[in-house]
């Protein structure tokens, strides 16, 4: 295994928690598409902390999944699988159109991302 980068999980979690921030900003200014892209962000840097700190690879979008499910069996919390789904979720909305995003539900998510965050941060601490 190679060495772990803290500097490198240090600033994934805290761009993690930047987008997380900013995606709340962007929801209360009603820009419903980069609030979705920034929890999707969110999402994805957290995971990269913890594949980063865990020695698993992340080198494309498709990466997120194989994380997360790592991360479930890690953990042995299946709610994790849950929030994988709201997340690409999240991502997919980049796509839609306006009218098919929903605020009340893109702040829920947010929400969720949240919790995601929570629940990966003891894995974005290298094993020892």
Do not use: C
Not at 7 to 17: G, L
Not at 48 to 69: C, I, M, P, R
């Amino acid at each position: 295994m190679t060495a772990v980068d803290p500097a490198a999980v240090a600033d994934y979690e805290a761009q993690a928690r930047e987008f997380l921030r900013k995606g709340r900003e962007y929801l209360a200014a009603e820009d419903l598409h980069q609030a979705s892209e920034k929890g999707w962000g969110a999402a994805a840097h957290m995971a990269k902390a913890v594949a980063v700190a865990q020695g698993w690879e992340y080198e494309t979008h498709a990466d997120f999944s194989s994380v997360l499910n790592r991360a479930t069996q890690a953990t042995g919390n299946d709610r994790l699988r849950g929030l994988r789904g709201i997340a690409n979720d999240l991502h997919g909305n980049y796509y839609r159109r306006s009218r098919h995003l929903d605020a009340t539900i893109i702040g829920k998510d947010l929400e969720s991302m949240e919790e995601l965050l929570e629940l990966l941060s003891p894995l974005a601490d290298p094993p020892s």
